[in-house]
């Protein structure tokens, strides 16, 4: 049986520990509405450049069909996986490298020749027991801050590639939450640009009656909107995730919550008995002496 102390200790300690749970879930209710102001933010930067794609795209001769033939030899896909920095969230980095295989299966592409890029040390974890090798390993910002220079860097990998020919086609995974709705992860293609969602940026009127026009090269300025497309592409995945990230964990916390409070009630419990058992053995020893020292009075 525990003690009075014992049991006084547990329930200081259980009561920390759910004070430390409501600052997380305070914490993740704070990050959730950041990162999801931050993405609406950037949908409708995103917005702006293709209004510029569609003007460019307008002046250009129609555009071909740019899929490769299919005996030509394509080199191996790149693929960036958005998951987490930190535990608590449940199975966020699992679904997120699930879908991914998954996607690749489907694709027609092998995983195990694919160039893998992780954002978030626990989900590279994730692909690498999946028996991946990772080319590059990127921790999470802690603040949106830090988020502009992550996914920079990113699009420099991309560049990189290109240049190099290591790549063609590059798939970016992430999760995402939806509004009233539980996380789910989603699939991204950044590149080659889809020519079915350029020519329907060509083909769809303009709203005003005059078409504005441009100065710089033509070439030159369809380059910078597609680097920016792809940059608002990354950021936005990049901001859904943390978003999801830490959704997930605040569903994790208010589970937490429940099980300490339903814990801490037992303990109460417990401790509201022993200490009646106290308080009655004490009276019963009380009474006992009493009857003892009248019994010796009387004799």
Same mark, same amino acid.
């Given at each position: 049986?525990?003690?009075?102390?014992?049991?006084?200790?547990?329930?200081?300690?259980?009561?920390?520990?759910?004070?430390?749970?409501?600052?997380?879930?305070?914490?993740?209710?704070?990050?959730?509405?950041?990162?999801?102001? *931050?993405?609406?933010?950037? #949908?409708?930067?995103?917005?702006?450049?293709?209004?510029?794609?569609?003007?460019?795209?307008?002046?250009?001769?129609?555009? %071909?069909?740019?899929?490769?033939?299919?005996?030509?030899?394509? %080199?191996?896909?790149?693929?960036?996986?958005?998951?987490?920095?930190?535990?608590?969230?449940?199975?966020?980095?699992?679904?997120?490298?699930?879908?991914?295989?998954?996607?690749?299966?489907?694709? =027609?592409? !092998?995983?195990?020749?694919?160039? @893998?890029?992780?954002?978030?040390?626990?989900?590279?974890?994730?692909?690498?027991?999946?028996g991946v090798q990772?080319?590059?390993?990127?921790?999470? %910002?802690?603040?949106?801050? =830090?988020?502009?220079?992550?996914?920079?860097?990113?699009?420099?990998?991309?560049?990189?590639?290109?240049?190099?020919?290591?790549?063609?086609?590059?798939?970016?995974?992430?999760?995402?939450?939806? %509004?009233?709705?539980?996380?789910?992860?989603?699939?991204?293609?950044?590149?080659?640009?889809?020519?079915?969602?350029?020519?329907?940026?060509?083909?769809?009127? @303009?709203?005003?009656?005059?078409?504005?026009?441009?100065?710089?090269?033509? !070439?030159?300025?369809?380059?910078?909107?597609?680097?920016?497309?792809?940059?608002?592409?990354?950021?936005?995945?990049? #901001?859904?995730?943390?978003?999801?990230?830490?959704?997930?964990?605040?569903?994790?916390?208010?589970? *937490?919550?429940?099980s300490i409070a339903?814990?801490?009630?037992?303990?109460?419990?417990?401790?509201?008995?022993?200490?009646?058992?106290?308080?009655?053995?004490?009276?019963?020893?009380?009474? #006992? =002496?009493?009857?003892?020292?009248?019994?010796?009075?009387?004799?």
């Amino acid at each position: 049986m525990q003690t009075l102390e014992t049991l006084s200790k547990r329930i200081r300690t259980t009561e920390d520990l759910q004070a430390v749970v409501r600052t997380m879930k305070s914490l993740s209710l704070l990050s959730i509405r950041q990162y999801e102001r *931050a993405a609406a933010a950037m #949908a409708q930067y995103h917005r702006t450049i293709e209004l510029g794609l569609q003007v460019v795209l307008k002046a250009r001769p129609p555009i %071909p069909d740019l899929r490769r033939g299919e005996h030509t030899i394509q %080199p191996p896909a790149a693929v960036i996986v958005f998951g987490a920095d930190y535990g608590l969230c449940g199975g966020f980095n699992e679904q997120v490298v699930d879908y991914a295989f998954h996607r690749l299966q489907h694709e =027609g592409l !092998d995983g195990q020749s694919c160039r @893998w890029v992780a954002v978030g040390t626990r989900v590279a974890t994730r692909l690498e027991a999946r028996g991946v090798q990772l080319h590059r390993v990127y921790s999470l %910002p802690g603040s949106m801050r =830090g988020l502009p220079e992550t996914v920079e860097r990113i699009i420099i990998d991309i560049d990189t590639w290109r240049t190099e020919g290591a790549c063609d086609q590059v798939l970016l995974f992430y999760n995402r939450r939806e %509004p009233l709705q539980r996380s789910g992860p989603r699939m991204a293609h950044l590149l080659p640009l889809d020519v079915r969602y350029l020519r329907a940026l060509a083909d769809h009127p @303009w709203e005003s009656r005059v078409l504005p026009t441009f100065t710089m090269d033509q !070439d030159a300025l369809f380059a910078a909107l597609v680097r920016q497309h792809l940059f608002t592409t990354v950021y936005r995945a990049g #901001a859904d995730s943390l978003a999801a990230e830490h959704a997930a964990r605040l569903a994790a916390m208010q589970s *937490a919550e429940r099980s300490i409070a339903d814990r801490l009630e037992e303990m109460n419990a417990d401790y509201r008995q022993a200490r009646q058992n106290t308080i009655t053995s004490e009276i019963l020893d009380i009474v #006992a =002496g009493y009857e003892v020292l009248h019994a010796r009075k009387r004799h």
